[in-house]
């Protein structure tokens, strides 16, 4: 059984190997027994690889990889069992598979997840997830696909995938809950957790956490009726940012200039209130098109459900990152 606060493993990547030791010590004083890493979040595999030696059954330890095909997945496990010095992964997911066609690919046969399946029969792995931000791609596989667990955005100004939770949750499916703070977007942490626990559609929600304060906060959260105050504090962020923050739903794309415009905000996010800019730059300078390139067509304005100014908000970005 997992813990219902779990540890989402982004910002360990601004810390240090000794805070994360003392963060996996205070894990374990709370019962927090669920930690959430990826490959591609730079030394954070290596960071909890070595701070659960000695006690890595305290934890559900889950990870995930980019890889899209069988060869890159099967090094990317090896990779990951190395980093994270265990010879057992309890969930190893598809890392962001955004439509049918990435589907396709890892799925086929020389598609990572037949990688996913092998490293399983081999004891290598316990259970086999997917993550994503999109709503539409999940609800059309939902029903038929393969995996012990789904991972996707909720809180309170994103709610759109309570259907999809219960549909996960009806067919024994895991349902690991991220952005449980909107990215950082929402202040008052424990309001926002409090209302994701009052759900009873989710197995485990992932705030970051890279301090032992942050971990205490977090772990002082426990469901119950919310206070007049905490009510009006959840009207207050939606208001304040309805049209404002990207739910990352893809439905402006595609942007004829080939920007990705809900990676664009993303990043920013992880620049801004991460505390992540090194990173956050790097994956920028990553992509094919860049903020600089929008030539305010505003074609993506009119598909965006929440009417974000997307011209506006990519000059932002731009400013940050320089392009
Ligand atoms: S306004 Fe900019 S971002 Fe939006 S579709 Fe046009 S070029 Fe792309
Ligand atoms: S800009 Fe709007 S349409 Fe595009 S991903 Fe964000 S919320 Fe969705």
Redesign the pocket.
């Known amino acids: 059984m997992v813990s219902e606060i779990g540890l989402g493993g982004i910002p360990i990547q601004r810390t240090t190997q000794e805070e994360a030791i003392h963060i996996v010590d205070e894990l374990i004083n709370k019962g927090i027994n669920f930690i959430d890493t990826a490959r591609g979040y730079t030394c954070s595999e290596a960071y909890f690889g070595r701070a659960l030696q000695g006690r890595r059954e305290n934890f559900i330890l889950c990870t995930k990889s980019m890889s899209r095909s069988y060869e890159d997945m099967k090094k990317d496990i090896e990779t990951s069992l190395e980093q994270l010095q265990t010879d057992y992964i309890d969930i190893y997911q598809l890392h962001n598979v955004k439509t049918e066609q990435e589907y396709a690919e890892v799925m086929g046969n020389s598609g990572a997840y037949k990688a996913l399946v092998e490293a399983k029969a081999m004891g290598k792995i316990g259970y086999i997830g997917i993550t994503s931000h999109s709503l539409d791609f999940l609800e059309k596989i939902i029903d038929t696909c393969p995996f012990h667990t789904i991972q996707f955005p909720y809180n309170v100004i994103e709610t759109k995938a309570e259907n999809l939770f219960k549909r996960a949750i009806r067919k024994n499916i895991g349902v690991i809950v991220m952005k449980p703070l909107a990215g950082g977007a929402i202040e008052q942490g424990k309001t926002a957790l409090k209302f994701i626990l009052n759900t009873d559609f989710i197995s485990v929600v992932i705030p970051g956490m890279a301090s032992v304060s942050e971990v205490k906060e977090n772990a002082s959260v426990v469901k119950g009726e919310l206070s007049e105050n905490e009510i009006e504090y959840i009207k207050h962020v939606r208001r304040a940012l309805d049209n404002d923050f990207c739910r990352r739903c893809g439905y402006?794309m595609p942007?004829?200039?080939g920007?990705d415009?809900p990676s664009c905000f993303v990043l920013e996010g992880y620049f801004d209130r991460y505390g992540l800019a090194s990173w956050a730059q790097d994956r920028y300078e990553k992509m094919n098109h860049f903020a600089s390139e929008?030539?305010?067509?505003?074609?993506?304005?009119d598909k965006c459900p929440y009417g974000l100014e997307?011209?506006t908000k990519?000059k932002r970005v731009k400013r940050i990152f320089g392009k």
């Open positions: 402006c942007c004829p200039q920007i415009i929008c030539i305010n067509c505003r074609l993506c304005v997307i011209p990519l």
